[in-house]
């Protein structure tokens, strides 16, 4: 079986400091891994993915995440966070096929000015 | 190119109503999913279409939820009767084969009173 566990639902941090939302998951098999965002009133939209090639995987908006197997997580990271970062952040681990996804319950990133 | 569509965006009814929800996925795309998402959660899939075939129901409550997708293009999500713990938002994705790109739809958050 496949699940996703997020730490924290809640994230703050100022703008311009690191961003790291965490993501631990488990599986039986090598997962895929994705990261989503999702604006207020908006659909998810795809950050970023690990589909078992490089394990630093770079995403959009300055967003990149670091698949480790030892550790089973895949934390999304950002240098310097944005007020336009501020969204709830979901990671999901498919199986290999894609034909399903197990979403976690989601971190919600505020930026303080 | 149009992303997905969903309407009604808002639904509010009274308990043991019947509601429905419509999908428009992106055109070309065969895979559609419907998933729930409650309050502070990640979404869950309900069902999983491939062109006008469901190939994974198993999450689907059919004692009182219902969906079809004629011709393999739009898709119609129905509860009948709703109970007050079907709340929540509904959200329409879409992919192209077996990719694992999906395109979600902003919704439908449904209240029943």
């Known amino acids: 079986a496949q699940s996703v566990t997020q730490l924290g639902s809640h994230v703050s941090v100022s703008e311009g400091a690191l961003v790291l939302l965490r993501c631990n998951y488990s599986?039986?098999?090598?997962?895929?891994l994705f990261w989503y965002v999702q604006y207020p009133n908006q659909g998810l939209q795809l950050l970023l993915k690990?589909?078992?090639?490089?394990?630093l995987v770079k995403g959009i908006n300055g967003f990149e995440a670091e698949f480790k197997k030892s550790e089973t997580s895949f934390h999304l990271t950002k240098p310097s966070a944005h007020m336009s970062d501020a969204a709830e952040y979901f990671c999901a681990v498919s199986s290999y096929n894609f034909n399903k996804f197990y979403f976690g319950s989601g971190t919600k990133l505020n930026v303080k000015p | 190119e149009a992303g997905v569509v969903q309407s009604p965006r808002y639904k509010i009814i009274e308990k043991k109503q019947p509601v429905a929800f419509w999908c428009n996925p992106i055109?070309?795309?065969?895979?559609l999913y419907w998933y729930l998402q409650n309050l502070g959660q990640g979404p869950e899939l309900l069902i999983r279409y491939e062109n006008e075939e469901a190939v994974d129901d198993s999450q689907l409550p059919k004692d009182r939820f219902s969906a079809e997708r004629l011709k393999g293009v739009d898709s119609t999500l129905k509860i009948q009767p709703a109970e007050l713990g079907d709340s929540a938002v509904y959200l329409c994705?879409?992919?192209?084969?077996?990719?694992?790109?999906?395109?979600f739809g902003p919704g439908t958050r449904l209240t029943v009173t």
């Open positions: 055109s070309g795309h065969n895979t």
């Open positions: 690990y589909t078992s090639a490089a394990t």
């Open positions: 599986s039986s098999v090598p997962p895929y």
């Open positions: 994705a879409s992919s192209q084969g077996d990719s694992y790109e999906q395109y």
